[in-house]
RNA sequence: GGGCCAUUAGCUCAGUUGGCUAGAGCGCACCCCUGAUAAGGGUGAGGUCCCGUGUUCGAGUCACGGAUGGCCCA
């Protein structure tokens, strides 16, 4: 090969250059390597993959480790409404996978079971929709059959996304929600939590959506905007409360010189939903508001809240003169008395609450305890303590059927079989034919909607099957202190969610779910659940699936119960129904403690285990789902660490939305850049946040990912005749500079094993690149490679480096592993088997098998780093200097120039004699260092720079002997041995060796 | 509307209990090398530490208020 053109500081020996065309090229240990400069992720890592299935690398690491020194992560289940993956469950999934892999490799026991949740909602929906004609053209059955068919093709979906991610896992066991044998433990564990006097069948106003006939969870509600009418309704006073039964403070006499005011007047309500009205049951006002007595022209004596009089006032489109202020009560004095409903014949009592708010309206509330838990709480209460009530208690009243339609429950002809919303029109006209509205309007507000059909949704009591948290709120307040929460604020997040949350509501109205396992006598509607029918339930639910609920009738289902119990339950006498109400899927994810991790018990060990991980989202869900039902089966939280992580956000911080076009495809990222650049991306940013990512937050990772490659390219590249078992240097015959590297490499390896002990994966990113970009690539890399390339194959100090490059590669290559799996299976099976670094004999068939490296104390010298320190802020300096001539055309490579250190500096010359010219030449990449405590004559025909820094003067010259035509280097050696006319001393040896 | 969290360079992150001129790597610009080559080396330019007010000799750091974004709730 011919060198090309030189420029004119070559110039100075072309006569040499001409005279002798001898390719030294030939005779340097150049690099050699099959490892690929380029990834070609898309291809090489399926190749990896399909080796570590081949052979059995997950199986292998689980078969090496200690059982009894395990690290379970106990999989979340992602829902299988999509065959498709988000960013956010990449980022999950491999956050988990970078803690199993790590922890392996620390030498626990690390079985990871990926899960999927395949009951539910949505599942039923996407497949409805697809149903010509709609649900009730097919069967239950068939309805269930297509649910778990979907499901099941969603799941293979996943799966494959999930193994390309390069997901460590039992791929060939995953756990999902609607096997069998999962089935009929979750109607095990209900008949145990049934049995412990936990469940309770009770009449509660829940979120119901009337298009899709359910009720819904709290978390299947969202927000939007909805334009509600806003009205003003009297209700006249008809009774006052007899001495004795108001609250203690009431003052009889003084009630009775006040009485004569509120003679005739009516309390003014305000309600948003005009149709509520005809369940309406009681009025609620704040026992510490002032309420005031006015006299209308148009409407009357009217009570509202004082504070709220003037915007009352005015919304009627009155002035606050035109109104008469007859007189003051303060709420006390007007619990219990009783109003009439506007159309209804029927009282409404007046209630004491703390609800009552001074926000908008006017301190009176419409109270329809079966259309709003707060009208129903207090309702409850009053009913509870309240000695009228106690005898005569106020109705939960919920007259809409499940469609939404009015019942005749209602009490209104005209409201029969009508939608409620259609209601609210009909309820108006009612009112002003009574002359009981006083203003009507409309507005927009905040309304919850179904998540599922966006349609507005509605509160209506309902019978369900509940969960009383009462009864362990405070085990399950306990548990959460029992736990470590990663971040730490997870800890207040979930407990203050614990605290204030109602009863668990388990019923769903669908056919995609497990069954609620309750028979009904037919004619009583008593309850028949014993825990001999759960336990034959189990058994044959566990050989034929839920699928058994709708396929037989309750005497089938009971057909194999001993002839005794039949006789004593009346089986075959009286006739039996079935509760068909399913359980509310949250119930199905948060048994998995048992159904999974119990199950498997051999194989995943007992509760708790180490590691829930999911989105900070699932403090509310999956988190509270899980602990709730592990505290009232085992009175402990099921997880002994909660991880989570925030949401995926687009790069300027905003949500992902189809809409603004600014979801990022997992999919799309590995077919670009490959799985473990995306995994790099995930160990890179502080997940304990929201985090970001998009196309120029990829494109650095794809950067460093390409640093770190190439890194370890040029290690392996310089080992291809090296065998560390016959080659490896000792510790005291290394040079300074190779025991800096190790140095830091040791100190770089405390980093980051700190990093991930802390599971901050952000600072094991910055270290390894850190490490590839400084200490490697522009310092050791770069001052050794003259060493690697020109000394001869076998000298000391070539043995010295490459002794110090495996060590490097035999630190980084396991620490690669649980971030870039690929990547280090891709080094790995470059390597060959005697650079192998398996110790024990441990299989040598996977990277992924490698234990993390251990510290090495033997490497570690603080002093020298003190010293190089100084000598690389020489070398900045040496390298600032050197850029004048570079940018005056002077020189092009440092090795063109040669310098001298100055200094008065007592120490820092004693440094610089100490280290020796030639390994400051070496270190500088300068061919030639003279140090010196007074400046030198210069020669000023030569160019020549000076710059001083730390009270050290660095001068820079053109080196001043001839070129070696191998090395490179200028040295005064060149020309002096016989028979190498063009090499300095060193290469004429090295030529000879070869 | 309420609660919690976040905000330091274009990006990802550092910045101890308040204390030198706020750092690193990447990216960018310019230069060099052509024996790591779709590589490699060097130099340099980038910051209203989200904004405001306060406490203090001194605030990126503490307090209060606000903005923006996110999560949860109503």
């Not at 390309?164 to 979750?186: C, K």
């Not at 509520?276 to 309420?291: E, K, M, R």
């Not at 001999?532 to 839920?546: G, M, N, P, Q, T």
């Not at 110090?804 to 088997?833: C, K, N, Q, R």
Request: net charge negative; glycine share 6%; proline share 5%.
């Amino acid at each position: 090969m011919n060198r090309t053109t030189k420029k004119g500081h070559r110039m100075q020996e072309p006569s040499v250059q001409e005279a002798n065309p001898v390719n030294y090229k030939e005779t340097l240990n150049l690099p050699q390597t099959a490892f690929k400069m380029k990834a070609g992720a898309a291809t090489r890592e399926v190749e990896i993959e399909a080796h570590w299935e081949e052979h059995q690398v997950y199986e292998t690491m689980l078969a090496a480790s200690d059982k009894a020194h395990a690290f379970v992560l106990h999989d979340g289940p992602p829902y299988l409404s999509s065959d498709k993956i988000h960013i956010g469950t990449a980022l999950n999934k491999i956050l988990k996978d970078i803690v199993t892999r790590y922890k392996s490799q620390q030498g626990f026991y690390t079985p990871y079971v990926p899960g999927y949740d395949g009951h539910g909602l949505p599942i039923e929906n996407a497949v409805v929709k697809n149903i010509k004609g709609g649900r009730h053209v097919i069967t239950e059955t068939e309805l269930r059959k297509r649910c778990r068919e979907f499901a099941l093709a969603n799941l293979k979906g996943q799966e494959v996304n999930f193994k390309r991610l390069g997901i460590w896992g039992d791929w060939a066991h995953p756990y999902i929600s609607i096997d069998a044998e999962f089935e009929a433990t979750q109607i095990r564990v209900f008949g145990e939590i049934y049995d412990k006097g936990f469940v309770y069948k009770g009449l509660k106003p829940v979120y119901w959506c009337p298009s899709c006939e359910t009720a819904l969870a709290d978390a299947e509600v969202e927000y939007a905007d909805h334009v509600s009418h806003s009205i003003y309704v009297k209700f006249p006073i008809v009774q006052f409360p007899g001495a004795g039964k108001g609250e203690e403070a009431l003052n009889v006499e003084e009630m009775d010189k006040r009485v004569p005011l509120l003679d005739g007047a009516s309390f003014v309500i305000w309600t948003t939903t005009p149709w509520t009205l005809p369940a309406n049951l009681a009025l609620a006002i704040h026992a510490a508001f002032v309420y005031v007595v006015i006299e209308t022209a148009d409407h009357g004596k009217l009570i509202v809240a004082e504070d709220l009089l003037e915007t009352f006032v005015s919304t009627i489109g009155l002035e606050l003169a035109q109104v008469n202020v007859l007189g003051k009560f303060c709420g006390t004095e007007l619990a219990l008395i009783k109003t009439r409903h506007p159309f209804i014949d029927r009282e409404s009592p007046v209630l004491l609450g703390e609800h009552v708010t001074l926000d908008a309206g006017t301190g009176v509330v419409h109270t329809a305890p079966g259309h709003g838990m707060e009208d129903y709480l207090v309702v409850q209460e009053y009913n509870r303590k309240e000695p009228v009530f106690q005898e005569t208690p106020i109705e939960i009243l919920s007259p809409v059927d499940n469609a939404g339609k009015f019942t005749d429950e209602a009490r209104v002809p005209e409201l029969l079989g009508v939608f409620y919303s259609k209601g609210n029109e009909i309820v108006l006209q009612i009112l002003q034919d009574r002359g009981a509205l006083i203003q009507s309007s409309k507005f927009s507000h905040s309304y919850p909607h179904c998540w599922r059909c966006q349609n507005p949704v509605i509160y209506r009591a309902t019978e369900q099957w509940f969960i009383d948290i009462n009864q362990f709120r405070a085990d399950a307040l306990a548990a959460i202190d029992t736990v470590n929460w990663l971040p730490e604020r997870g800890r207040n997040r979930i407990f203050s969610m614990v605290e204030g949350r109602g009863d668990w509501c388990l019923s769903r109205q669908r056919v995609w779910g497990v069954p609620i396992p309750i028979f009904y006598y037919q004619d009583t509607r008593e309850v028949l659940i014993t825990p001999e029918i759960i336990a034959h339930l189990y058994e044959r639910f566990k050989v034929h699936s839920s699928d058994l609920w709708w396929e037989e009738t309750p005497e089938q289902l009971l057909a194999g119960l001993p002839e005794a119990l039949k006789q004593q339950y009346g089986i075959g006498q009286r006739l039996l129904e079935k509760e068909m109400d399913i359980m509310d899927v949250w119930f199905d994810s948060g048994i998995t403690h048992t159904a999974v991790v119990k199950a498997r018990q051999d194989e995943l060990g007992d509760l708790p285990v180490a590691m829930y991980l999911e989105g900070s989202d699932q403090h509310r869900g999956w988190f509270q789902s899980s602990l709730l039902t592990s505290v009232m089966l085992y009175g402990k939280a099921p997880y002994q660490n909660v991880m989570t992580h925030g949401f995926v956000l687009d790069e300027s911080g905003r949500k992902m939305s189809k809409s603004l076009g600014n979801v990022v495809d997992p999919n799309t990222v590995i077919r670009e850049y490959g799985a473990d650049v995306l995994r790099l991306w995930v160990a890179s940013v502080d997940y304990t946040n929201d985090v970001r990512i998009g196309k120029g937050t990829l494109h650095q990772m794809a950067e460093i990912y390409k640093k770190v490659r190439n890194t370890v390219r040029f290690i392996l590249g310089n080992l291809y005749d090296f065998d560390p078992a016959q080659h490896r240097v000792p510790y005291a015959q290394l040079s300074t500079l190779d025991r800096y590297s190790l140095h830091r490499l040791q100190h770089i390896l405390g980093n980051i094993t700190e990093a991930f002990e802390k599971w901050e994966f952000y600072r094991y990113c910055h270290e390894i690149q850190y490490l590839c970009m400084a200490d490697l690539s522009a310092l050791y890399f770069d001052v050794t490679k003259d060493i690697l390339y020109s000394d001869a194959p076998n000298a000391p100090r070539r043995r010295a480096v490459q002794t110090v490059l495996y060590e490097f590669l035999s630190t980084i290559l396991p620490v690669l592993v649980p971030v870039t799996p690929h990547l280090a299976e891709d080094i790995w099976l470059s390597l060959p088997e005697a650079q192998r670094m398996c110790t024990n004999g441990q299989s040598s068939v996977s990277a992924a098998l490698l234990p993390w490296p251990q510290p090495n104390p033997e490497h570690v010298h603080p002093a020298l780093v003190q010293s190089f320190d100084t000598l690389l802020s020489i070398k900045e300096t040496v390298n600032q200097a050197l850029e004048v001539p570079r940018s005056e055309g002077h020189i092009g490579k440092s090795l063109q120039a040669q310098v001298t250190l100055v200094t008065q500096d007592a120490d820092k010359f004693a440094l610089l004699q100490q280290t020796g010219e030639d390994e400051l030449a070496t270190l500088f990449v300068t061919s030639g260092v003279t140090v010196a405590q007074q400046a030198p004559q210069l020669d000023a025909s030569q160019w020549h720079t000076r710059l001083e820094s730390n009270g050290i003067q660095v001068i820079a010259t053109p080196a001043s002997f001839p070129e070696c035509a191998r090395c490179w280097k200028y040295e005064p050696t060149v020309g002096q041995t016989a028979g190498h006319p063009l090499l300095c001393a060193r290469c004429s040896e090295a030529v000879k060796a070869h």
